[in-house]
């Protein structure tokens, strides 16, 4: 070989491992954003999307927003029945800046204070939203409105709030509650 002359390279092997070696992170990242991306895609509602149980989502969306509204009556009449019913043992409720991470706890120091002390009340929801988050998992936000009187004078408390549910069987139980009043000036 004379000074001169160049050895000749065969590049393209050396291309491709380059290229390889620099998509290989992405390759392994690949079904990770599969799978972000079939997660998201199942938060919409869809009319073709079938639920755990077979069903339409309109048929557990109404069955969700049912319960909903069956926790606005079960506070209204003091129905700890009903309660007990819906939110399961582990449920996680974060209420005017308090955390409580069981039903049991939640029930005996807070709801059944409140009940006992609420006269007339009347609870509404409104505007519940769900969406299918997941197997078997919905997300429903909602507004609400409490109103009666506490401990000698009347309240009207306003707010957002929202439930994760989960289905167990053929009925959804409430894992997370998370509301937020509106502040009174």
Not at 40 to 60: H, I, K, L
Not at 69 to 94: C, K, M, P, R, W
Not at 134 to 139: N, V
């Amino acid at each position: 070989m004379s000074p001169t002359a160049w050895p000749t390279l065969d590049t393209s092997a050396h291309r491709t491992n380059l290229i390889t070696k620099s998509m290989r992170p992405r390759a392994r990242l690949a079904p990770i954003f599969a799978a972000l991306f079939a997660a998201t895609a199942c938060t919409v509602e869809r009319a073709d999307v079938r639920t755990p149980g077979g069903e339409s989502p309109e048929s557990d969306t109404t069955q969700i927003r049912l319960t909903v509204q069956a926790i606005a009556t079960a506070l209204e009449t003091g129905d700890l029945a009903a309660f007990n019913s819906i939110y399961h043992d582990s449920v996680t409720i974060f209420e005017d800046g308090v955390a409580n991470s069981d039903w049991a706890t939640y029930r005996d120091e807070h709801l059944i204070p409140v009940i006992e002390s609420l006269v007339d009340p009347t609870v509404e929801f409104a505007d519940i939203r769900v969406r299918f988050v997941g197997f078997g998992t919905a997300l429903a936000t909602c507004r609400y409105r409490t109103a009666g009187t506490y401990e000698g004078r009347a309240i009207e408390i306003r707010g957002v709030a929202t439930l994760i549910f989960r289905r167990f069987g053929s009925r959804w139980r409430l894992m997370h509650l998370h509301t937020s009043s509106i502040r009174e000036y």
